[in-house]
């Protein structure tokens, strides 16, 4: 493969001193930048900026492979520190660099005014929420309707994104082996007359789901980081992708160790 390199960074000090040092090593390495065309995109940050180096890559995955830097605290989707470059270039010097790919999110927006769907991915999840109002939406999974939803929002998630929003909305955290979305409720009605199934479940690859909304003003959709713009939405459908994103994988840690690193860190030494 050919190694043409792309730099995603935010705007940290820290992280401009870390790619002034990586651009340094990559010309000592003889590896070119190209942010058009690359094969390798390094994303220097932390889990946002790899979510943001993913959208502007999204169109090139079939040739595309990211590594992550981080230069704050330990990310989910970026393996190396800020002190490990040396190392992380020579990886990329080896004759067959091992790659690891995960599931992605597709999500199809569907318009009352006929305008023509519009087809995006999400590498984290997809949220559909109603500003100050009830959202009030029929949720259909593989065409059967399964439940009218009544409450602030939903969450789908990919496996990887199982540990991010999800999580904080009640959801299961999914190994990203498995090939499946997650649908979670963001604080539903539930009484005598309203009823949903109140916890979150897992949808596998050969199934969709389909959020018909009940109105039509008022919604916000997130995938991601990004806000969509939406005007008139009235069905939105969620599916696993076929594309998936790839991940450079010399050094990628267990994901157990991650999630164990990430939300428990070392239990004993919190004893007293
Ligand atoms: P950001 O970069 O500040 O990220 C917010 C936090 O989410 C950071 O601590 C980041 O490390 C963490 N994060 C991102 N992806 C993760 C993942 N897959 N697993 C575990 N932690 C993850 O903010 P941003 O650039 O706006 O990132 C957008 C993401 O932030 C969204 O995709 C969403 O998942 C997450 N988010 C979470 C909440 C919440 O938990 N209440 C609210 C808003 C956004």
Not at 168 to 186: F, K, Y
Request: charged fraction near 25%.
């Amino acid at each position: 493969m050919e190694l043409k390199v792309a730099i995603v960074a935010n705007k940290e000090e820290l992280t401009i001193q870390v790619v002034y040092r990586l651009r340094r090593l990559l010309a000592q390495a003889g590896i070119p930048e190209d942010p058009l065309q690359p094969t390798i995109v390094i994303s220097v940050g932390g889990d946002g900026t790899l979510l943001s180096a993913f959208h502007q890559y999204e169109a090139q995955l079939y040739q595309v492979r990211f590594i992550g830097v981080h230069t704050g605290h330990l990310g989910f989707y970026t393996d190396w520190r800020d002190y490990e470059l040396a190392e992380m270039v020579a990886s990329l010097q080896n004759e067959e660099i091992k790659s690891i790919s995960y599931p992605l999110l597709e999500v199809k927006i569907g318009y009352a005014n006929g305008k023509p769907k519009r087809r995006l991915l999400a590498l984290n999840e997809s949220t559909i929420k109603r500003g100050n109002r009830t959202m009030v939406a029929d949720v259909y999974i593989k065409d059967e309707l399964f439940e009218r939803f009544r409450g602030d929002g939903l969450s789908i998630s990919t496996p990887t994104g199982s540990t991010a929003y999800n999580k904080s909305v009640g959801g299961a955290v999914l190994h990203p082996s498995i090939n499946a979305m997650q649908l979670a409720e963001i604080a539903s009605l539930n009484n005598r007359v309203f009823r949903t199934l109140g916890s979150p479940i897992v949808i596998s690859d050969n199934d969709w789901l389909q959020i018909k909304l009940q109105h039509s003003s008022d919604y916000q959709v997130t995938v991601d980081q990004l806000d969509i713009p939406q005007d008139q939405m009235d069905t939105i459908c969620y599916r696993i992708a076929q594309e998936r994103i790839r991940f450079v994988s010399t050094r990628h840690m267990h994901f157990w160790h991650r999630v164990k690193d990430a939300f428990i860190g070392d239990s004993e030494a919190h004893e007293i």
